[in-house]
């Protein structure tokens, strides 16, 4: 099997109300079952989701945590607004965000966003971001794809950040082995790969993490189109994360 990826060039700073979907496919010929990767920055800039810090009111909680972790209260302000539950205060903020996806400041970022004091949330449902950019490519093009929009996130246990999903459509989340055989025909039993991961993983390679100005990967020749999906898949199920439970009880003996 012979995959191509391929960051597309020239797409302009994003700002409130562009169509990412029609930029994308006036820079670019997409063919049937194709993976468009695209860099949540660009998708939250689309949806407006930038706040100016000087905007934020922030509670005693927020300046509490800012304090002990050196950090702005209206940042610390607008990371808790973005979440249902704090898992970590300090020394940094880790959190379940309203979407259930647990990570550090609820993905809030500052770099490549226009302007020194405003911040950007991510999308507010970013699977309904990724199924809009999706049925407007078909609307386009007349051609089906799979979208996955991805974030770059840090992770337990190892140095080093990679770029994750956050947010899928066209495309399952999870390639799922249980059942078949390996090379000694045992049958395997928990092997669930995340497929979305990885593609995310190899993605950001292309897009950076500073100036490229390369927020979108076209992936051709993987062809794991699927009508039905969703990140959530990805969540593990709360009574399950044994991680999350260390962390939340040993915030509570405190
Ligand atoms: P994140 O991983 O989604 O938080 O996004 P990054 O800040 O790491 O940016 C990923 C890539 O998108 C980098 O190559 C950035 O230069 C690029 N990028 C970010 N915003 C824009 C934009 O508005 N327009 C363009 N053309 N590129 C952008
Ligand atoms: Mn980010
Ligand atoms: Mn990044």
Same mark, same amino acid.
């Given at each position: 099997m012979s995959v191509i990826a391929f960051a597309v060039g020239n797409i302009p700073l994003i700002k409130a109300n562009d169509d990412i979907a029609r930029i994308l496919c006036e820079k670019s010929e997409l063919k049937r079952h194709d993976i468009v990767v695209i860099s949540s920055t660009i998708v939250s800039k689309s949806e407006g989701r930038?706040?100016? /810090?000087?905007?934020v009111k922030s509670t005693e909680m927020a300046k509490t945590i800012a304090d002990k972790n050196k950090n702005d209260p209206r940042f610390v302000q607008a990371v808790l607004d973005e *979440? #249902? #539950? $704090? /898992? /970590?205060? *300090?020394p940094f903020l880790l959190v379940r965000t309203k979407t259930g996806s647990i990570c550090v400041n609820a993905?809030?970022?500052? *770099?490549? $966003? #226009?302007?020194?004091d405003n911040i950007l949330l991510l999308p507010e449902d970013p699977d309904a971001s990724a199924l809009k950019i999706k049925d407007s490519i078909f609307k386009y093009t007349g051609k089906k794809v799979s979208v996955v929009i991805t974030d770059t996130n840090g992770r337990a246990f190892r140095m080093g950040q990679t770029g994750a999903a956050i947010g899928i459509a066209g495309i399952r989340a999870t390639r799922d082995w249980r059942g078949t055989e390996d090379l000694f025909g045992r049958v395997l039993e928990v092997k669930n790969e995340a497929v979305v991961d990885e593609i995310a993983g190899f993605a950001n390679i292309l897009m950076?993490?500073?100036?490229?100005?390369?927020p979108i990967v076209i992936i051709h020749g993987?062809? /794991?189109?699927?009508?039905s999906c969703g990140i959530k898949e990805l969540y593990r199920p709360e009574d399950e994360d044994v991680i999350r439970r260390v962390l939340i009880n040993k915030k509570y003996e405190k």
């Open positions: 930038i706040i100016p /810090l000087g905007t *979440s #249902e #539950e $704090v /898992l /970590l205060e *300090s993905g809030i970022d500052h *770099s490549n $966003v #226009e302007g020194s950076g993490e500073g100036n490229g100005g390369t993987l062809n /794991l189109y699927h009508e």
